[in-house]
């Protein structure tokens, strides 16, 4: 079945619905087209705020929010689009609360706003409010309110509909190929301009946060059309997730004053950053975790340390953080209010991924060559706001930003765009391939291979990470992969074939983590997230550049572009 | 531990009617039910099919029929019910089951959209320079509706949907509405009100608390309800008593 569109976005989260309802009019048709209900994309886990320099609580500047987040990049941010994200963000969140997100308010009726980690005023002098939340759950308010006004103004929703192909004509993007994960039904999307909203991959790690839909599947999509990945190596390991589960404990619980200790009790977090301690970026409280449990000071000598919310209050927990102190309470059974939570880093969110321009344009090479009509928006992309480490709140207006413009610049680029001639194997390739998989006899099946990935990532490309380890890596991938071809499905149903899904998805999983391996192999260096135990200091005069990393038919080439220095010069981070 | 579930099939390509699979699995009480089905599809049968996202009650994908009431299969563990005995898991009641644990939510979603207004109120490209004033007390007549992560779980066990009135609006609907009528910020709240007391809206709820017990979020689903009947009564009121009906 092929439906046609002027504009088709693939992934339905905070960024997807931002440049759906921006680019949506009477003479622009969008559909957005999802692999699961659009209500379950994961923007809706985002629990503690959504970053601007409103100033509601004290004074504060948008060039303060700049420069905190560029000092939480190391660096390594773009700082033209830097500058965009923190001028811009005050009005998208005006944008926001007038389309109804239910802010939570302050006593004169403003947006209220909490600190989180990495923001500060004037340059590093202490903590700032500068968080705007829904108590927390921010994510799933801002989704709500957005999927309302989505329903309303008409937007065409795909739910349940996985998309294994771009189509491209004449090296320009003009639509996509899925199929129907309730029917099998192969559904192509034809369209002027094309979108990839697809979010992470957090997936291919044991513990993280992420959902199961999180399984890289845009940067696969990317890869596919033989575009390249950027800034790849640097994973986001956030500091508190729920140990042996990896549920997210908001930074708004350490916002709101909860502190963390080790085995010992101590609050440990000053020995790393004496002046932000438990308020650091996550980079540098996800190492100094480990560096505790290394020591021997996790608790009762484990691998994790507790995340004490005891200070706070009933009213704080209630009010503030009701999800986070009810998760606590379901899985592991702890009242917040009396006993301290076990916690240990989990896998969050990646700062690379598809190169874009200021406007979301997908770019097809570090020399930034602009491909007309495509566009990348939110996690899956990388225009690069977060460089090596995101601060938290910063992916919010990331999304809310950027995908505004790219609505508005889609508006504009629609008029010039004509629906181009579909490739005449649309429709085959998917088919063929499903069949192949459903035909598949192989020995091989698919839980055992992503298990096998997902334990060879988190032990050898985490936190840490060594030359050695990554070698290893990188090999056992290349296994994985070749096993891969060996595949068999038991199922052979058309009808939710869940086996099939997942068949399709550690492809892509497999394809991303070895991006990941190649490029934090490659980068010998510790920058943000990216910490080589065998590099351990940060290298400007070698390593101020992004890295671009495609495939090709003898494996992965990577390239890199050096940046040019904007209005903050790299200095020593320290918090 | 050994632990046993009798899961619910259907898979319409091949079967006239359902049946019940039971499957025994090594799981510890403090996991999730969800680990559990995907320890089943994983490890014993591919052809299992149920929803899932987020895996810790914020996506809203897995809810479903446990031992007989709606929950969460994300948000319960095994040690939440008597796990000696077999736990029966089947799909939320109401909807029209497309295969084995996943049923057709269109119709959910369909009503969610019957409530709105069909005019649009904001524009995403307003230059809006400020925000709108909210005091707290006006913020908090909300603030328990948005805990609704439209799960289905109150359809899946409202005796009104399930047994009397197939068209009624239902409880998740209705909270949205109630989430907009009493934001102090919408200014089409009117046009809101008279949507909802349509013929199966609204004044369908007979208040049998049962969305509310089963709620994953705890929200006082029955009591937004009554508060929005209750608003409809009182704007009758202020319209008969200044005449202007």
């Known amino acids: 079945m092929i439906h ?195 979010g992470g991959c957090g997936k291919i790690y044991k513990t993280t946060s992420n959902g199961f839909a999180s399984t890289g599947d845009g940067f696969a999509l990317a890869l596919d059309a033989s575009l390249p990945l950027k800034d790849m190596e640097f994973v986001q390991f956030h500091p508190t997730g729920i140990y042996g589960f990896g549920i997210l404990i908001s930074e708004a619980a350490r916002a709101e004053g909860g502190i963390l200790r080790n085995g010992l009790g101590e609050p440990f977090m000053e020995k790393y950053a004496p002046s932000l301690k438990d308020l650091a970026p996550r980079d540098i409280i996800s190492r100094a975790i480990l560096e505790e449990i290394k020591k021997g000071n996790g608790v009762t000598g484990k691998d994790y340390v507790h995340l004490d919310l005891r200070g706070l209050g009933k009213e704080v927990l209630n009010n503030k953080l009701p999800e986070v102190s009810s998760f606590v309470k379901t899985y592991i059974g702890i009242d917040p209010s009396q006993t301290p939570i076990p916690v240990a880093p989990t896998c969050h969110y990646i700062m690379g991924g598809i190169p874009t321009d200021v406007e979301g344009r997908v770019l097809a090479d570090a020399k930034g060559t602009v491909l007309p009509g495509f566009y990348a928006i939110g996690e899956c992309a990388c225009v690069s706001v977060h460089g090596a480490n995101r601060l938290g709140c910063n992916s919010l207006i990331d999304l809310v930003v950027f995908g505004r413009r790219a609505g508005i610049s889609i508006l504009e680029e629609v008029k010039k765009r004509i629906f181009l001639p579909l490739p005449s194997q ?142 903050f010069a790299p200095q020593k981070r320290r918090y | 531990m050994n632990v046993t579930l009798k899961v619910y099939r259907f898979n319409p390509k091949t079967d006239q009617e359902s049946h019940y699979d039971v499957f025994t699995i090594e799981a510890e009480p403090s996991e999730r039910i969800l680990d559990c089905l995907n320890r089943i599809r994983w490890t014993k049968d591919s052809s299992l099919s149920f929803r899932m996202s987020c895996a810790h009650g914020i996506c809203g994908s897995d809810g479903l029929t446990i031992n007989g009431q709606s929950a969460l299969a994300c948000q319960k563990l095994i040690k939440d019910y008597d796990y000696q005995n077999e736990i029966v898991i089947e799909p939320l009641k109401y909807f029209t089951v497309i295969k084995d644990l996943i049923v057709d939510i269109t119709p959910f979603f369909e009503r969610l959209k019957s409530i709105a207004p069909k005019t649009q109120t904001n524009s995403v490209l307003a230059d809006d320079k400020k925000e709108r004033l909210q005091s707290i007390e006006e913020r908090n007549r909300f603030d328990d509706t948005l805990k609704c992560i439209l799960c289905g779980c109150c359809y899946g066990s409202c005796p009104v949907m399930v047994e009397q009135d197939q068209d009624f609006v239902g409880p998740a609907a209705i909270l949205r509405a109630q989430r907009y009528i009493f934001d102090s910020r919408t200014t089409d709240e009117n046009e809101r009100l008279k949507i909802i007391q349509k013929p199966h809206g609204v004044w369908g709820c007979k208040s049998y608390y049962i969305c509310t017990f089963v709620c994953p979020k705890n929200i006082k689903v029955t009591e937004a309800i009554l508060k929005t009947k209750k608003k409809i009564i009182q704007e009758k009121q202020s319209i008969t008593v200044t005449g202007d009906m």
């Open chain 1, 4 to 198: 046609k569109y002027d504009v088709v976005i693939i992934g339905g989260g905070i960024a997807g619905l931002t440049a759906a309802l921006t680019a949506s009019s009477e003479t622009c048709q969008v559909a957005v087209v999802s692999k699961v209900y659009v209500t379950r994309s994961h923007s809706v886990a985002a629990q503690g705020g959504i970053a601007a320099s409103l100033g509601n609580e004290e004074d504060d500047h948008w060039e303060w929010h700049m420069y905190d987040t560029v000092k939480g990049s190391d660096y390594l941010a773009d700082q033209d689009a830097v500058e965009i994200l923190a001028k811009e963000a005050p009005n998208a969140i005006y944008m926001l609360e007038h389309l109804g997100v239910p802010f939570s308010r302050n006593s004169r009726g403003k947006i209220e706003q909490r600190r989180f980690g990495g923001h500060t005023k004037n340059q590093g002098e202490a903590p700032i409010k500068r968080a705007c939340y829904v108590s927390d759950r921010t994510g799933r308010a801002i989704m709500d309110t957005l999927f309302d006004q989505c329903q309303q103004k008409n937007v065409t929703f795909y739910n349940e509909v996985y998309i294994k192909q771009l189509l491209f004509e004449s090296n320009l993007c003009c639509g996509a190929a899925g199929y129907d994960l309730a029917t099998g039904e192969t559904r192509i999307f034809h369209c002027r301009v094309v979108v990839l909203a697809t």
């Open chain 1, 426 to 567: 649309a429709e085959s390739m998917v088919e063929d391939k499903i069949q192949s998989l459903l035909e598949s006899k192989g020995t091989e099946c698919v839980p055992v291979l992503r298990e096998t990935l997902q334990r060879l990532m988190t032990e050898q490309c985490s936190v840490f990470r060594t030359g050695e380890n990554l070698e290893q890596a990188l090999k056992q991938i290349h296994q994985l992969k070749k096993r891969l071809q060996n595949v068999g499905l038991t199922n052979k149903s058309t009808v939710f074939n869940m086996e099939l899904q997942e068949a399709l998805e550690i492809n892509n999983m497999l394809r991303v983590a070895e991006v990941i391996v190649f490029s934090a192999l490659h980068r010998k260096e510790s920058r943000g997230a990216h910490f080589r135990s065998d590099y351990p200091e940060r290298n400007d005069q070698e390593w101020l550049k992004h890295t671009f990393v495609q495939e090709t038919p003898i494996g992965l080439i990577k390239s890199y572009k050096s940046m040019d220095i904007g209005r």
